[in-house]
């Protein structure tokens, strides 16, 4: 591990104009460095696809990744010790490009595009590799990879027999639990798999992609039954479609055969579209065995190692007793009470019904009839600042849509979490939040309503954690986009990182980053910021929307800084300064970081396109 | 591309295949002749002329409509009808021909032995005698008030009515005519009464009057009114003379304008019509005989009158039927025509038959439920014979492609032709209403009215459409209650499949839609102004819209989707908050049915759904819903189209429509009953050739009417006779992708995502509006006839039917029989099979001469209609 470099810089709340003077001098010493960037620059290299999507645990089996500038690669990343990779062969793909083409439709990409190449990783995963999604990137002298996912699971893996994917009254036969390899090559294909379910029996139906926006996989479940009009017809029992292709959700389902026979899954593209690239992993499980212990439909990251960022909006993100103190982990002060756990007790459907409820409390509770309303009554003192946050933890929110409201003695509404926000002079979006804070004007006593927004929803699983707190100014979420950098020498590379400050939060936050390759430091940067046009009516509301400072980060790799071998875990890190006092440290992200070669030797520009065997 | 070029000899030989394209829905006689025989021998009698049936026919029985007639005070008068049953079947109007006594002359006398008029006051017994049959109505005759009130509809709308100056095509019309408008049929006295005395022109879109302002009544000078020179056309009228100086309407204007326009004396809500009928309210004439109407209203105070004379009326088929402005009817040809009936405020219509022959010994024909019971009786009295019971063939094929919208496979259609089973077609119909292909095609034909579209989904994406569409299959495959699928579609929340139907800023469309769509009745007009045709108002519109007033989209970012709710105030659909206001009169608007009744306040916590549990509980719910799913069978409604009930648009079978209607809502709203009932009934196994009595008759059931297929099921039979599938690409701009091989037209999801010219050319509808299909021919058919790959390509695909077939060594025969079997569910005749074995012999290349035999047999009307 190289010696860490640590670069530090300070960020006011609500002053997004650093105006620091000396940057501007910084900037000008970067633009010559920028200048100097040739064309002749190495390309990191640049992964499209895998296939298959994955193995078993305590097995050896081998992948083929296909990407650009993947000719030199030497080497692979996982994001866990458990997972070790061979480079076993690397070759180039015959492309069926048609350039002329492409040239009259899109004059702009008339020069020839990067060679694709295919490369074939040998991997080895641990016996106690956690079962589950695995990111994966590749090291080249260029840099690092994008990353893709690779699943590890526990039952046995097969491969899909091409040959026999393709009938539809037969398909290929596998034995669950089993997880299947597969690939959607071409626009309209089907895969259907055979298999045998006895009477009685639970299995859950999983289809994994490569990941969100990859691949939007439909899953059918038939009964080979055929019809009078044909033999081979296949009755649909069940169908999973996941309604959008940005969120993790994989296709699943749970069924319960109530013949013994045998049925057909299959696996399609949504309306026929892919591409080369389409690979996926079939999951076929009992329901009991499943290692995924969320309840059907549940929304939830399908990451082994699952190291999600601090959330402060998101109806998922977990909230207990323990919140509170995470809260106050980000700014100074300490809690002056611990939260108390409270459980809706039914009749609460009116205000004369609510649970009188002392703040800070974790409120948990279950919309389980049409109509239902659950009533809590607390007090509130003038000018108090509360905070509203909520958590669906059993049902993602598009089924359950929890309005969390506060009425006033008279039975007025005051507030709730619907947030209207106008997106044009004549548009608005109802948008609903996971956390609203409010300020009363007068003390008394408050009732919170909590319902589904709609006014017939329910189901025993739309229950509901809610956090009623005072306000705690502290630091939000700090966002940066970039998860890995690859950094030539000589060359600097902006990053933004954007910090949000939370429930009235007027300190300072300094930012560290920390483990940099040597060679590379850290600077604060300034840039123009565009000056703002448009209409008033996008000003958002502080009730549902933080503020947020930008603050531009720039990496600068000395010319001397020596190319990485392998990729450094560069930390971002996040701290409140209030009063003159610091806070603790935060983690805000991690980056994979490397320093490279900038210019290709003369021997790598004269290299053969296609690298043999390693 | 390939083009198929034929030798005309070759083509003629195709004795059945006709290559004319699709124009003439009428199966030739040629086609007929190779037909199977009906199974069931029926009597034939020979029709008689109506003339010499008349004197054959005995009188049965006399009636007097009204049974009871009411007269107020001295001097008033009312009409009345005598009909006679005759052992023909048929009721006759005897009016002119019966002796008619009075049992106290003193009290009332009888004029032109058409109408009573009071002399006294007290209670009388009218008599009617004809060829020792009588038959009475009592007459009661109430003391008449000092002085008759005044209502400005009765007295002026009456003349503006009876005159046609309110008529939709004169000053009834949306926008009135010349600067003049009048509520059609005077439906809105108060409006009529502020432009004429008021003066100034209406304006669509807002309440003030247009310039200039000036009253059309001269109250100093009142012989100078306009009101009354443009009528008598004293000056320059558009609309001609309609009453002349001098005459009654003319004193009841001058009269009116004299006592200085009053509107309505306290009181005179009295005489206003809650209702109208008009008699008889079926009635079949013999050519050249005569019937006359009477109409009857009653009124708010409770009485009854006749409005015979205060009517106007009107014929859609003068040619069959012609009307006098007294209401006699003369019937002129054999055929039906509606008779509409306009008073002030109203219209009713009646649908009137005139018969041709009268059929000596109408035989009893088999009935098999409800149907039958109202197809067969009225066709006896319209005098003509069903046709007979269709063959197997005819059967099977036009069995599968109703209720699975394919062709069998020719193992099954031996199998079935085969089988000496009675009750076979009942199981096939089991068979088929159990299929997962009628779910396809259920779903396929429920995807028109409920339009499954990118282009009507919100947002517009194929995720948003598939959702939606698998809604509706799972409301199909699950057999829900229909009034359950209403109810779902029309107060939809949250994220559900029936959700995504509703796109946004579109309330007045969107419950004009739910309206046409589950009650059949098409508000749409009155968003600007008042219905032209019907009585609804604008302010009926705008109140029914805002019921849809808060419907909002709320997002989460979460998982990035969208859930409709209702919010708690202000018009949802631009997210504006603002309520719905009438954009008229700029007034806001609070929720309303169509009757009036405004909503309690346990309603407004849910209006749609109090809204869709109304609509769904209305007696036009189940009559537009029964209607509908008849269409699907008959290739029209009961009421065509099947989403224009009016007033003026009967059905053509009023008690059938009601006696299913109210069966489809006792039986808990069940579709596939309904189905079950239609397809079991006689009347739809109707033979489609037709006998001497009905070959004219195109409205009655009396045989079935070919009808042309889908664009969907015409390619997807094209697909199965050729052996190759369709490939169906995507057009959208968000998914490039292409359908499974294998998936049938039918099956589509939605309408505008496919990129097929087949579809469009034969006409698919995009579905952006509640679509009307399109069978009308046209060039672009013709050419893809000639050229199109789907008569092509298709034809001579590797490994297609002709392929296999080829590759079989099947012989001549076996082929064409084959193939006869796919296409027309029956065995190639006698007469076919040689010629076209001659033909194949006879060419060069025995695959070209398959495939221009395939191609022929796919451009016969025999293969492009079901019938």
């Known amino acids: 591990m190289a010696s860490s470099h640590h670069a530090s810089w300070t960020s006011r709340g609500g002053n997004s104009a650093v105006g620091n003077k000396r940057l501007l001098f910084f900037l000008f010493w970067l633009l010559p460095l920028a200048g100097a960037a040739s064309t002749e620059l190495r390309a990191e290299p640049q992964l499209v696809s895998v296939f298959p999507l994955g193995g078993r645990q305590g097995t050896t089996f081998c992948v083929e990744i296909r990407g650009k500038y993947l000719h030199d690669v030497s080497d692979a990343w996982f994001d866990c010790g458990d997972l070790k990779a061979r480079i076993q062969k690397i070759e180039k793909i015959e492309t069926k490009e048609e350039p002329a083409k492409k040239a009259k439709t899109d004059p702009s990409k008339s020069s020839k595009p990067p060679v694709e190449y295919l490369l074939s990783l040998e991997i080895d995963a641990a016996p106690q590799a956690l079962p589950g999604a695995h990111y994966f990137r590749l090291i080249s002298p260029g840099g690092i990879s994008n990353a893709l996912l690779l699943q590890v699971s526990s039952e046995p893996v097969v491969l899909e027999d091409q040959n026999s994917t393709k009938a539809a009254g037969e398909g290929q036969e596998i034995h669950p639990p089993v997880a299947v390899n597969g690939k959607i090559s071409e626009a309209g294909e089907v895969d259907y798999y055979s298999f045998t379910a006895s009477k009685d029996d639970q299995w859950l139906f999983e289809i994994r992609s490569a990941g969100p926006g990859t691949f939007d996989p439909v899953l059918t479940l038939y009964q080979p039954l055929g019809s009078w009009l044909d033999p081979k017809r296949l009755r649909r029992l069940a169908m999973n479609d996941e309604p959008n292709i940005y969120s993790w959700n994989a296709p699943r389902l749970s069924y319960r055969f109530t013949k013994s026979g045998r049925y057909i899954v299959a696996v399609e593209a949504f309306s026929g579209v892919t591409t080369p690239h389409c690979a996926y992993q079939l999951r076929l499980v009992r329901t009991h065995d499943s290692h995924t212990a969320e309840k059907q439909g549940c929304y939830s990251s399908p990451l082994a190692h699952n190291s999600e960022p601090w959330k402060e909006r998101d109806f998922l993100r977990k909230l207990d007793t323990g919140r509170i103190d995470a809260v106050f982990s980000r700014t100074l002060k300490a809690p002056e009470r611990s939260t108390t756990a409270v459980t809706e007790s039914e009749p609460n459907d009116e205000p004369a019904q609510a649970l009188s409820i002392t703040i800070p409390a974790l409120l948990e509770g279950t919309i389980n009839r049409p109509g239902d309303r659950d009533y809590y009554k607390f007090t509130a003192g003038a000018g108090e600042g509360f905070v509203f946050e909520i958590q669906t933890p059993e049902q993602v929110p598009y089924q359950f849509m929890p309005k969390v409201a506060v009425f006033d003695g008279k039975g007025e509404e005051i507030v709730n979490n619907v947030y209207r926000k106008k997106v044009s002079p004549e548009t608005w979006l109802n948008l609903l939040e996971p956390k609203t804070v409010y300020t009363f004007a007068e003390a008394g006593d408050y009732y919170l309503q909590v319902r589904d927004l709609t006014s017939r929803n329910a189901d025993s699983n739309f229950s509901y954690r809610i956090l009623v707190r005072k306000k705690i100014p502290h630091v939000g979420e700090v966002k940066i986009t970039e998860d890995y950098i690859n950094l030539h020498s000589g060359q600097a590379r902006k990053v933004s990182v954007t910090v949000e400050q939370e429930e009235g939060f007027d300190g300072f936050v300094t930012l560290f980053v920390e483990n940099l390759p040597p060679g590379v430091q850290v600077f604060p940067a300034a840039e123009v910021v565009p000056e703002k046009t448009g209409d008033a009516y996008d000003v958002p509301n502080p009730r549902y929307v933080p503020k947020a400072n930008n603050v531009t980060l720039m990496f600068v790799a000395d010319p001397e800084a020596p190319p990485c071998r392998t990729p450094y875990t560069a930390a971002v890190k996040a701290r409140a300064v209030v009063g003159g006092k610091t806070g603790e440290l935060i983690v805000a992200k991690q980056i994979l970081f490397m320093v490279v070669r900038p210019e290709k030797t003369a021997e790598e520009k004269t290299a053969p396109k296609a690298v043999a065997q390693k | ?867």
């Open chain 2, 1 to 867: 591309m390939k083009t198929r070029f034929f030798s005309l000899k070759f083509v003629s030989t195709i004795v059945a295949f006709s290559i004319a394209p699709l124009s003439c829905p009428v199966l030739s006689e040629t086609q007929h002749r190779f037909a199977d025989r009906p199974e069931t021998a029926q009597a034939s009698p020979q029709p008689r002329t109506a003339e010499s049936q008349e004197h054959r026919a005995r009188l049965l029985s006399l009636r007097i409509i009204p049974e009871e007639i009411s007269l107020w005070g001295k001097g008033a008068e009312h009409s009345f009808l005598v009909m006679g049953s005759f052992s023909d079947g048929l009721e006759r109007d005897v009016t002119l021909q019966c002796k008619l006594i009075t049992s106290d002359p003193q009290l009332v006398h009888i004029e032109g032995n058409r109408r009573v008029v009071a002399t006294g006051s007290g209670i009388a017994v009218l008599k009617a005698e004809l060829t020792g049959r009588a038959a009475t109505a009592s007459i009661r005759i109430e003391s008449s008030p000092e002085k008759e009130l005044f209502s400005f509809q009765r007295q002026i709308g009456t003349i503006f009515t009876r005159r046609g100056c309110n008529a939709s095509e004169c000053h009834g019309g949306v926008k009135g005519k010349a600067g003049f408008k009048l509520s059609l049929d005077a439906l809105y006295p108060e409006e009529d009464y502020r432009w004429i005395v008021k003066g100034g022109g209406y304006q669509v879109l807002v309440a003030e009057a247009k310039e200039p302002v000036n009253p059309r009544v001269d109250l100093k000078r009142a012989e100078e009114s306009l009101l009354l020179l443009k009528p008598t056309l004293s000056v320059s009228h558009g609309g001609g003379q309609r009453f002349e100086v001098g005459s009654g309407d003319y004193q009841t204007i001058l009269e009116w304008v004299r006592k200085g326009t009053p509107f309505d004396d306290p009181g005179a809500e009295k005489l206003r019509a809650e209702s109208i009928e008009l008699y008889p309210s079926e009635a079949f004439l013999e050519m050249g005989k005569s019937q006359q109407l009477l109409l009857m209203a009653q009124l708010a105070g409770g009485r009854k009158e006749d409005w015979t004379n205060r009517s106007r009326f009107s014929s859609n088929n003068p040619d069959v039927l012609e009307v006098t402005a007294d209401g006699l009817l003369r019937a002129k040809s054999p055929g039906e025509a509606v008779i509409i009936a306009r008073t002030p405020g109203h219209a009713v219509s009646t649908r009137i038959g005139v018969i041709s022959r009268v059929i000596p010994n109408y035989p009893r024909v088999p009935r098999r439920n409800l149907i039958d019971e109202h197809v067969f009786a009225k066709l006896r009295k319209l005098q003509i014979l069903p046709s007979e019971l269709s063959s197997d063939s005819e059967f099977l094929r036009r069995i599968c492609l109703d209720l699975t919208g394919t062709l069998p496979p020719a193992n099954r259609v031996r199998e079935f032709l085969k089988s000496k089973d009675p009750q076979k077609r009942d199981r096939l119909i089991e068979t088929l209403i159990e299929s997962p292909e009628y779910i396809d095609f259920l779903t396929f034909r429920f995807s028109d009215p409920l339009r499954v579209a990118l282009s009507a989904t919100y947002p517009s994406t194929p995720k948003g459409a598939e959702w939606y569409y698998e809604w509706i299959r799972s409301c199909v495959e699950q057999n829900r209650p229909y009034d359950q699928w209403a109810r779902d579609r029309i107060a939809a929340q949250g994220s559900e499949g029936a959700s995504r139907h509703f796109r946004p800023r579109l309330a007045p469309d969107t419950m004009a839609e739910q309206v046409r769509v589950f009650m059949g009745r098409r508000l749409d007009c009155a968003q600007c102004h008042n219905h032209p045709f019907e009585p609804w108002s604008q302010s009926q519109f705008w109140q029914m819209a805002s019921f849809f007033g808060r419907l909002a989209y709320v997002f989460n970012y979460t998982d990035y989707r969208y859930a409709v709710v209702d919010m708690t105030t202000g018009s949802g659909m631009s997210g504006t908050g603002d309520p719905v206001t009438n954009p008229r009169t700029k007034q806001v608007v609070q929720p309303a049915f169509l009757d009036g009744r405004g909503l309690t306040e346990e309603e407004r916590q849910d209006p749609r759904m109090t809204l869709a549990k109304w609509m769904t509980s209305h007696p036009y719910f189940a009559e537009a819903a029964v209607n509908r799913i008849w269409s699907f069978f008959f290739g029209k409604g009961l009421v065509e189209p099947v989403d224009d009930f009016r007033s003026t648009n009967p059905p053509t079978h009023p008690e059938l429509l009601q006696a299913l209607a109210q069966d489809f809502r006792e039986n808990g709203h069940d579709v596939k009953r309904l189905i079950r009932l239609i397809v079991q009934s006689r009347t739809y196994q109707l033979s489609a050739v037709p006998n001497e009595t009905n070959k004219n008759d195109k409205t009655n059931y009396s045989h079935t009417l070919p009808r042309r297929l889908d664009a969907e099921v015409l390619l997807d039979g094209i697909s199965i006779i050729s052996g190759t599938p369709e490939l169906f690409e995507r057009r959208s701009r968000y998914d490039a992708g292409r359908e499974p091989l294998g998936v049938r037209a039918v099956q589509l999801r939605e309408s505008d995502a496919h990129a097929c010219r087949f579809l469009e050319a034969y006409g698919q509808p995009d579905r952006a509006t509640v679509p009307e299909r399109d069978y009308k021919p046209n060039l672009v058919q013709a050419l893809h006839q000639l050229a199109g790959s789907t008569y092509t390509e298709k034809l001579a695909q590797k490994g297609g039917r002709i392929d296999q077939l080829i590759q079989s060594g099947a012989s001549d025969r076996n082929i064409i029989d084959e193939l006869s079997l796919i296409a027309y569910c029956r065995l190639a005749t006698h007469g076919e099979q040689e010629e076209l074995q001659k033909m194949i012999r006879a060419r060069p290349s025995r695959q070209e001469a398959l495939e221009d035999l395939v191609w022929g047999l796919i451009n016969s009307r025999e293969f492009v209609y079901n019938h």
